[in-house]
């Protein structure tokens, strides 16, 4: 028996050179047939602990000698970047959601000055990724306003993100390493960083860790003085992408202890103590940018450690779950209620960490276990809970957040697979192809259904409306886009639904993560005050000024007063507007139009008029015809009647608005007679 299971294994070593099959392929087999010599399992555990082969880790010894064809490793590469773009198509042409136009290039740093604003102001933006928004600032170059340029860019960016790891594996000779590659770049949680533009930190960041992974790993190998500079030189570059870089170090531990069985201080240590540092001081950065530039501080996001504790014990299974079934994906999940009184929510937190002992207790017999756990925790970690982050505000995980923790949990299983598949023979293996091409099929269905809700913004809210729909940030920014396509009425009930839900949870934030209550009532006056519906205008703008501050809410409801011929109250409102806005060419055309036109003389200044008319027109060039017509009125009413009148003809040739161009005539008869004009007293 024991001759017939070498000659096996001869034969089938003969059949997988032929074939040029890759290395880990080649050690599933071999492995095999060693274990057909040896009576049982426990038996191979032995020999491999009294030759020093680490059992079921990556493989020397004559599997090392196979490497992997570069033809069929280029061809599988397209061929994965291919059905990558393919299963993103719904996506290709997206137009900005949410944050994505707040990231683009403004107008004001589209001049190479605005790119420097961009790494020494971070003010410019709520988050510090300057490498990001200097590609954002070059592909603005690029495309200018097509989103199709952005959107492959990032695809692509994924893409080689997934053929890195899969180079990865195949240094540390992991089995199934094109499988886990394939599962990365098609899995449908990685939807969100890669469909949603402003997550392009995360595919960028994701290209510069691999990248300096695999350079280390060729450093770990000949301690090369070049690799190592390199892979602090791509190291370095990859923070000003996204911190989640700067846990490449204790990711890069975990391989090596999974790859040699132990770590050594001066060997495998040591040489990643820069790195760490680097790391956690980039860290620091980034928690304190997150507070105070972010508004990841006050009242929503006061948390005690126990409170915490469970919040990152709840998200550890949330993210943990979706890996393995990534149903009911969405951009904003609910925010759970987390209660330190309620004894189920310790249930969480007490799982995964009996969980991660029970994988330290079998380290030696299931060490892939340990690794791919810990791998994934490590990169988790940051963002469970235990630091405040922006979108605490509204929801305590996010999908986007796993892009590479999802690592330590498909590369083990993809091992698994693979290693088991090898032992497989005849009709059996084909079944466990088809079956590992079924799933490779079911995830890029998946992806590609759930890339659609990236087309545009309406599409992307109503989806997660059907699914959460308590989701205020969603509400308020369907009601602004239905609001941009006209839907007027649809749009306020939208906007009425974020007055029913948000204050539900306004215990959650201060006075400053105000924004979509105050936004929302601001839109809701408009919409009002567009109607004729003052007293319910008055009613949302003073709502607004309950808040605090705001000179669009000042302007608009001196707007209100001056309809309702309240020209005193109005002229209040004007003016403080102007204090909190002094540029306001809106704010300054209604003030001056009251001061040359009240009805009551006490509060008529011509001469005022005429210097904030003339202000208003500064940024239409002198060819708003409102703005016009409003400095007619100034000039008539100081008396200078020949320029009110070139003024006033000036408008009525740009004019288009029938309501604007009767008070026109009207108000040029008057001035041709040297008449002033003053609205009547209502």
């Not at 949410?98 to 740093?109: I, K, P, V, W």
């Not at 995980?397 to 590369?411: K, M, R, W």
């Amino acid at each position: 028996m024991q001759g017939e299971a070498w000659e096996t294994a001869k034969k089938l070593m003969n059949w997988w050179r032929k074939r040029t099959i890759h290395q880990d392929e080649a050690v599933g087999s071999v492995s095999s047939a060693i274990a057909a010599k040896v009576e049982n399992t426990s038996q191979l555990s032995q020999l491999a602990e009294t030759d020093n082969i680490p059992f079921v880790r990556p493989t020397s010894g004559i599997a090392a000698r196979l490497r992997p064809s570069p033809n069929r490793d280029y061809f599988f590469g397209l061929i994965l970047i291919a059905i990558t773009l393919l299963a993103y198509q719904p996506a290709w042409n997206g137009k900005p959601i949410m944050d994505d136009a707040g990231h683009l290039t403004t107008s004001e740093n589209r001049p190479l000055s605005g790119l420097g604003r961009l790494w020494i102001d971070p003010r410019t933006d709520q988050q510090y990724h300057p490498l990001v928004d200097t590609l954002f600032w070059v592909e603005d170059k690029l495309w200018g306003g097509s989103m199709l340029g952005y959107h492959i860019v990032n695809i692509l960016l994924h893409g080689v993100s997934a053929l890195l790891l899969w180079k990865i594996l195949q240094q540390l000779q992991v089995p199934g390493a094109l499988l886990a590659a394939a599962i990365f770049a098609l899995h449908p949680v990685q939807v969100e960083s890669v469909a949603f533009l402003v997550e392009l930190k995360n595919t960028l960041s994701g290209v510069f860790l691999f990248a300096a992974a695999l350079v280390y790993l060729r450093f770990d190998k000949n301690r090369d003085r070049k690799s190592y500079a390199l892979v602090l030189v791509l190291f370095f570059a990859g923070l000003f992408a996204k911190t989640i870089v700067a846990m490449l170090p204790a990711a890069i531990l975990i391989a090596l202890w999974w790859k040699r069985g132990r770590l050594e201080w001066k060997r495998d240590v040591m040489p990643l103590l820069p790195f760490v540092v680097l790391g956690i001081a980039a860290g620091a950065c980034t928690g304190w940018m997150e507070r105070e530039f972010s508004g990841a501080k006050g009242v929503g996001f006061e948390f005690s450690m126990i409170e915490r504790f469970l919040i990152a014990g709840r998200a550890f299974w949330f993210y943990l779950g979706k890996i393995f079934w990534p149903s009911n994906l969405m951009l904003i999940y609910s925010r759970w209620n987390i209660d330190s009184t309620a004894w189920w929510q310790y249930v969480f937190p007490s799982a995964a960490l009996v969980f991660v002992a029970a994988a330290w207790a079998l380290r030696r017999r299931w060490p892939w276990l340990l690794a791919g756990l810990l791998f994934f925790t490590v990169m988790v970690l940051p963002i469970l809970g235990f630091h405040s982050m922006r979108i605490f505000r509204f929801q305590f995980v996010s999908d986007h957040f796993q892009y590479l923790p999802v690592i330590g949990i498909i590369t083990p299983v993809s091992a698994g697979a693979a290693m088991f598949l090898n032992r497989l023979r005849g009709w059996q293996r084909t079944i466990g192809y088809g079956f590992c091409l079924a799933l490779l099929a079911t995830l890029t269905f998946l992806t590609w259904q759930h890339s659609r809700m990236f087309r545009d913004s309406e599409t992307c809210y109503r989806t997660v409306l059907e699914k959460n729909p308590d989701a205020w940030p969603a509400q308020y920014n369907l009601a602004i886009a239905l609001l941009k396509k006209g839907s007027i009425d649809e749009a306020t009930a939208y906007f009425e639904k974020v007055l029913q839900t948000r204050p539900k949870a306004w215990k959650l934030a201060d006075s400053k993560d105000s924004g979509s209550l105050k936004a929302s009532h601001l839109q809701l006056g408009f919409i009002k005050f567009k109607k004729g519906l003052l007293d319910e205008a008055t009613f949302h703008f003073e709502e607004v000024l309950k808040m605090g501050d705001s000179y669009k809410a000042h302007n608009s409801l001196g707007s209100v007063l001056h309809r309702q011929g309240r020209f005193r109250e109005a002229v209040l409102h004007f003016e403080e507007a102007l204090k909190l806005a002094p540029d306001s060419p809106a704010t300054e055309n209604n003030l001056a139009w009251v001061l040359a036109t009240a009805p009551d003389p006490s509060l008529r200044n011509g001469a005022k008029a005429v210097e904030l008319a003339q202000l208003s027109l500064r940024v239409s060039d002198g060819k708003d015809p409102l703005f016009l017509h409003t400095l007619a009125a100034a000039y008539a009413e100081t008396g200078q009647f020949p320029r009110a009148l070139e003024v006033a003809e000036r408008a009525l040739s740009l004019s288009s608005d029938p309501g604007l161009l009767y008070e026109l005539r009207v108000e040029i008869g008057l001035y041709e007679l040297s008449l002033p004009y003053h609205q009547t007293p209502r």
